[in-house]
């Protein structure tokens, strides 16, 4: 049985490697069993190493930012997929409505995204 805080007491210590390796667990999941978040989080890494040796601080900061937003964004919009897939196998107007918002927040994170790393690569090209 799996525990958390609503079923009882849990005596074990706190154990923050074991929340890491939950962690990467789930990324791993999540990119293994949906392209859209693999060839994003690759894209991101890929866009990050040049940010990092020409731009300052706060641009790298800026696109960490932007990057986490957008993938937290895509991991619940799976989430959401996938828990409604599991209730109801069956097409229902209702969970497609459920799905479309979902993929609206994720579309608007995945905009701001865009939008960062345009400006980002503009900065770099100028650079060179």
């Known amino acids: 049985m799996q525990r958390n805080k609503f079923s009882g007491p849990d005596n074990r210590p706190y154990r923050p490697l074991r929340k890491f390796h939950v962690i990467m667990s789930g ?6 069993n949906d392209f859209s978040v693999l060839y994003k ?3 991101s890494l890929l866009i990050l190493v040049p940010v990092l040796i020409f731009n ?3 641009d790298v900061s800026l696109l960490v930012l932007a990057t986490g ?3 937290a964004a895509e991991l619940l ?3 959401i997929e996938s828990i409604c897939d599991y209730i109801q196998p069956e097409f229902d107007e209702k ?10 927040a994720t579309g608007i994170a995945i905009f701001v995204w865009v939008v960062v790393l345009v400006i980002e690569l503009y900065e770099i090209w100028s650079h060179l």
């Open 69 to 71: 937003f957008m993938l």
């Open 41 to 43: 989080l690759i894209l």
């Open 77 to 79: 919009n799976t989430t």
């Open 95 to 104: 969970i497609g409505v459920i799905k479309d918002v979902a993929a609206a």
């Open 56 to 58: 300052t601080p706060l």
């Open 27 to 32: 990324l791993r999941f999540a990119a293994i």
